[in-house]
């Protein structure tokens, strides 16, 4: 008789209060299912960590995609491999980037499924060659679309989405000021991806500090993080600047709502009436139809060209996945988190 497969996976065993912490994931193992007429087997060769999936934690969740439910596998991007397959366009040994979740093992329809081919390192298209360097991509050049000469400063300089957006602002041509959280950080995005200038966020005063850094203001801020960062930024935007919104980490622990920010809301309100600053929030789902092709086809190419560095913080072993996700909230990761699942 043949041994029982398992499928290890974590679901969501509570909803975070503030911070999440281990004891709001449960680990548990179930059979490995088999797949219908129409359907394929996919085991998980990696995982992709976001700090979006925080949000999705909640009982309301994100507001752009259903929350996670209690009892429920945790969301994820993951590149998979088809171990069994009933489905005519899929083929057993095929890579395709697909939506498994915090698990060894998926069924899938093939809706979700998106081919890869042969890539020498799949883990990419988790990260620079997918959702992050996406997000970076359509922010950057299509909503704050900078210019020659133009300053442009991005926080989390380091990370999956940061690191990509300041190596582009460099091809366009702009100056580009980061901000990271520690002194490594800070020599990387200047000595391997060509900033110019960037600042520990853990140093005091960094409202002085950027003011010094970016003597002719600010023309384009990719606000990922908020926070002091933001608060920092606020008083250097020139005229007409613009501020794509792609998310706000330093938030994502705090509860929603409050009366605690309504003076920086209204300071927010004032600079951006102000100075027309044109603030503009955007979920990247909503771009693949029209941009991933151009994306994909100009980063392919950047990137045999030497011009965009990647970076990659890869954790083994699926029962990593809790702890490297909380390091990940509180800016442990060095790129593009991604557990390698299995070989």
Excluded at 8 to 20: I, V
Excluded at 236 to 264: M, T, W
Excluded at 270 to 281: H, P, S
């Amino acid at each position: 008789m043949s041994e029982t497969r398992l499928n290890r996976r974590f679901t969501l065993a509570a909803r975070p209060q503030g911070t999440p912490t281990a004891r709001d994931f449960h680990f548990e193992t179930q059979p490995v299912p088999e797949p219908a007429d129409g359907q394929v087997l996919l085991r998980t060769r990696y995982l992709s960590l976001d700090p979006y999936m925080r949000g999705m934690m909640d009982e309301a969740g994100p507001g752009y995609a259903p929350a996670v439910q209690l009892g429920q596998t945790m969301v994820g991007g993951t590149v998979s491999v088809v171990e069994a397959s009933r489905h005519p366009r899929f083929s057993v040994g095929q890579l395709v980037l697909s939506n498994s979740g915090w698990q060894d093992y998926a069924l899938s329809d093939g809706a979700d499924l998106t081919p890869l081919g042969e890539m020498a390192q799949p883990s990419l298209a988790l990260g620079g060659l997918g959702m992050p360097g996406f997000t970076a991509y359509v922010g950057l050049l299509d909503i704050g679309e900078p210019k020659p000469g133009e300053t442009v400063v991005v926080a989390a300089a380091t990370g999956a989405v940061g690191s990509v957006v300041g190596q582009l602002a460099k091809l366009k041509g702009a100056r580009v000021v980061g901000i990271a959280g520690g002194a490594d950080k800070c020599r990387h995005a200047v000595d391997v991806l060509g900033f110019d200038a960037c600042l520990d966020h853990r140093e005091p005063d960094l409202k002085s500090r950027l003011a010094a850094a970016c003597p002719d203001g600010i023309d384009v801020y990719f606000e990922n993080v908020g926070g002091e960062v933001l608060d920092a930024v606020l008083p250097l935007l020139n005229l007409h600047a613009r501020v794509p919104v792609c998310g706000f980490i330093a938030h994502y622990n705090q509860p929603r709502g409050g009366e605690a920010s309504v003076d920086k809301r209204t300071q927010l309100l004032g600079v951006i009436l102000a100075r027309r600053v044109r603030m503009q929030g955007f979920i990247i789902l909503d771009h693949y139809a029209t941009r991933f092709a151009d994306f994909r086809r100009d980063m392919a190419q950047w990137i045999d060209e030497g011009r965009i560095v990647l970076i990659e913080d890869i954790v083994d072993g699926l029962e990593q996945a809790p702890d490297a996700f909380i390091g990940l909230l509180q800016g442990r990761n060095f790129g593009k988190l991604v557990v390698r699942v299995s070989d």
